[in-house]
């Protein structure tokens, strides 16, 4: 057992450290967050030059090739600083599930756009009936000669607006389980019959609506065959659960921080409120549940890395806690803040969005647990 | 990262000696009793016996990987409670703080099994509160007069030696008024009471009543007490990485799989099925925090928060898991082994009593949270940025 992080890791989170204390004060998150598009191009561009996108990507396909773990500790830190951008949803969810179901044609061309930011991509799963299990893909793609003609609509989709490729989850065919007759597709987002619509509202990360109207699709950009691609899909999902929920430790830590910090500042009754039962409780919430969100996370991420059979429970897990540790650490850091914490300036709702975004994103707690119980053959 | 702990060849060879000798070995009275170590004076007996036995063969003097193998041995049969008896914690502070006869007198007796020890309560990392010691020493010649009441955890009907921290110099500062004790348990003077409470046996209350100890009694230096107790918590030896998954979590899931209600298996019950994978999540969550303070202090870390922190959570998600049990199991959750329709000889039963009483005698979860203040400063103000 050893649960320190390995030299490249150690390098890894101080590069971005170091980089993102320099590119991303609040100041910054907040004026990204609130522009139209919620995307910093110049930002991205910097994160491609730093090799980000390439991380989980193997070398063959123009990537680094990382370990899941490594990717994690980047994830902690781009949490930790609430930057929000498509990292995870091209470089980890999109790239995965080429990898996991694409041919090698296919790997080649659009692996290599990603990792070297040539290509934003973003995967489409959740539809207005939202759930993250297969018997929620209905969306349909009927086949056309050479192409699928895609209809429907896909809702929560992350970063769509700025996504160069989206990759479709849809229905081919009706199979005997909900896992079969699911297949993915390349997408380009400027095809005609697609549209995209930010959503809005108290969010963290962009979401998007994404209309299919009529669309048509060559099957060449169909990844892994008709109708089987559920498995490739839901392995690529695990990997980056298990990423995002790093991502979430990162920021129920900083939400423990600035409450922590907080309570050593403001004076009350002529003393720090630290000095205050009610007030220390709600900072020990914050750092047992970043707490557990981290270890979780990390020993999810080593189960993938290592490829042990329990890792689909161990991922279910990270998220499980993930899902509501993030937003408790922030709704305990709120109760330390008072007034001051809704303060959009001060920067605690940075993460309070965020960890209601990301508590359904991939799967709520509900969702997780109930995957476990099948898991575990309850 | 890795986080899997992997056993050496000695440790394999080590697991197969104890489970033979265990299976032929082990008493059938302590076998019955399973995880629920509520043992009239003969069944005490006996488990002092047992564990005389286990310290002729060296077992209660292992080394930290040797012993946690045996702890895993001791968890199959349910009777890892055997080994928590503080005796690590005290070996530990001798180890540390003992003279070379304390060591020649104490460190064998305690590994053959012949001395049950008893201390003060103390939770590891919490700060010193003079006004909650209840023994004041004074000094009567060559001697230490010990008077007054206080609270001791530790296993059985009568210890030989009570582990104590009392107040030696009450106008000193904190740090430097207190000093630990090891006092022989015949004494005159001394008379314990174990009260009925939940879990019978495991708490007492010890009076001193002018009772004379030895100088050589006294355990590190005069002043340090609360210091020699606490390094003895927070020593490697006495923080293990945890044993094998929570058989309780297990034994409840497995209770849910072959148990049907109006025909349907109580683990295919949605709601249910969310309460259980919590369950199981919870002690997911337990076991990691060990295994992290068990890694900070294999690797000389420095241990800040972490022990109470883990501590906190078990109190919290012991009471959490006995809800869950009653919302699974029921009226069957709160049947004992002497009723026979008690399901896991009565486990669950127990659970419920244990969850009231966790981690310290008082049952209160505070003396954590203001340790885990103490350990982030909470509190203390600093100059605003």
């Not at chain 1, 290599?112 to 969306?139: H, L, R, V």
């Not at chain 1, 914490?341 to 647990?369: E, P, S």
């Not at chain 2, 490697?236 to 297990?250: H, K, W």
């Not at chain 2, 959490?320 to 004992?336: E, F, Q």
Request: glycine share 10%; net charge negative.
């Amino acid at each position: 057992m050893d649960l320190s992080l390995s030299p490249t890791q150690v390098q890894l989170k101080s590069s971005a450290t170091e980089f993102l204390t320099a590119e991303l004060p609040k100041e910054r998150v907040r004026e990204i967050d609130e522009s139209p598009t919620g995307f910093d191009a110049d930002l991205w561009r910097k994160m491609v030059d730093l090799g980000w996108t390439g991380m989980a990507i193997p070398e063959a396909y123009g990537g680094v090739g990382l370990t899941n773990t490594d990717f994690g500790v980047v994830a902690e830190t781009l949490g930790y600083y609430a930057s929000g951008s498509p990292l995870l949803d091209s470089a980890v969810l999109s790239a995965n599930a080429i990898l996991e179901a694409g041919s090698e044609a296919q790997k080649k061309e659009f692996l290599t756009a990603i990792a070297n930011g040539q290509q934003i991509f973003t995967t489409a799963i959740t539809e207005p009936e939202y759930g993250w299990g297969p018997s929620f893909i209905k969306m349909g793609a009927a086949h056309s000669g050479r192409h699928y003609v895609l209809n429907g609509t896909k809702l929560f989709i992350p970063w769509a607006h700025v996504a160069d490729q989206i990759i479709v989850a849809a229905r081919t065919s009706e199979g005997a389980t909900p896992e079969e007759g699911i297949s993915l597709f390349v997408v380009d987002k400027n095809a005609k019959g697609v549209s995209t619509r930010l959503m809005q509202g108290f969010i963290g990360d962009k979401v998007c609506e994404v209309n299919f109207n009529n669309v048509e699709v060559p099957a060449s950009h169909m990844l892994g065959t008709a109708g089987h691609a559920w498995p490739a899909l839901e392995r690529s999902m695990d990997k980056a659960t298990a990423i995002l929920s790093t991502y979430m430790a990162g920021g129920a830590w900083k939400a423990y921080e600035m409450c922590r910090d907080y309570s050593q500042v403001r004076i009350a009754f002529g003393m720090p409120i630290g000095t205050f039962q009610y007030v220390q409780g709600n900072v020990i919430i914050a750092l047992t549940e970043s707490d557990a969100c981290k270890w979780t996370a990390y020993e999810a991420l080593w189960m993938l890395d290592t490829d042990r059979k329990e890792t689909q429970i161990g991922v279910s897990t990270a998220k499980a806690v993930a899902s509501d540790s993030f937003w408790k650490a922030c709704d305990a850091s709120h109760d330390v803040h008072g007034g001051i914490g809704i303060d959009i300036t001060f920067g605690l709702t940075h993460y309070t969005k965020r960890a209601r975004t990301f508590q359904h994103y991939l799967g709520d707690a509900r969702y997780h647990r109930a995957r476990m119980a099948r898991l575990m053959e309850l | 990262m890795d986080f899997e702990y992997r056993y050496s060849d000695e440790q394999e060879q080590f697991r197969q000696e104890v489970s033979a000798w265990l299976n032929a070995n082990l008493p059938e009275g302590l076998a019955a009793a399973g995880g629920t170590p509520r043992l009239d004076s003969l069944g005490w007996e006996q488990c002092q016996s047992f564990r005389r036995r286990l310290g002729e063969k060296g077992w209660l003097a292992l080394s930290t990987d040797l012993a946690l193998v045996f702890l895993e041995e001791l968890g199959k049969k349910r009777l890892g409670w055997l080994l928590d008896d503080g005796s690590s914690a005290i070996q530990a502070a001798i180890h540390r703080w003992g003279t070379e006869d304390q060591k020649n007198s104490y460190l064998p007796l305690l590994a053959d099994g012949g001395a049950n020890v008893w201390r003060f309560f103390a939770e590891p990392g919490v700060r010193l509160d003079i006004g909650n010691l209840g023994i004041r020493a004074s000094r009567e010649g060559d001697y230490i007069i010990l008077d007054g009441k206080d609270s001791f955890a530790g296993q059985g009907l009568w210890p030989d030696y009570l582990w104590t921290i009392v107040v030696i110099n009450p106008d000193f500062p904190p740090h430097r008024a207190t000093a630990a004790f090891l006092v022989p348990s015949g004494l005159k003077g001394i008379t314990i009471q174990t009260p009925r409470t939940l879990v019978p046996g495991q708490t007492h209350q010890v009076t001193f009543d002018h009772v004379v100890v030895f100088p050589d009694a006294l355990l590190g230096e005069e002043g340090n007490g609360w210091n020699v107790m606490q390094s003895a918590l927070q020593a490697p030896q006495t923080i293990q990485y945890p044993v094998a998954e929570d058989a309780e979590v297990g034994d409840l899931l497995q209770y849910a799989k072959d148990t049907a209600r109006d025909g349907v298996s109580l683990g295919k019950d949605l709601v249910l099925q969310q309460l259980l994978v919590e369950a199981h999540i919870n002690s997911r969550i337990t076991r990691l925090f060990k295994m992290r303070n068990a890694w900070l202090a294999s690797t000389g870390q420095t241990i800040t928060y972490e022990l109470a922190q883990t501590a906190l959570w078990e109190k919290q998600m012991s009471m959490r898991l006995s809800r869950i049990v009653r919302d699974v199991m029921g009226m069957y959750a709160l049947l004992d082994p002497q009723d026979p329709r008690a399901a896991a000889k009565g486990e669950f039963e127990f659970q419920q009593r244990v969850s009231l009483a966790t981690q310290n005698p008082s049952a209160v979860a505070e003396p954590y949270a203001v340790a885990i203040a103490d350990a982030l400063g909470l509190g203390k103000g600093k100059e605003s940025g």
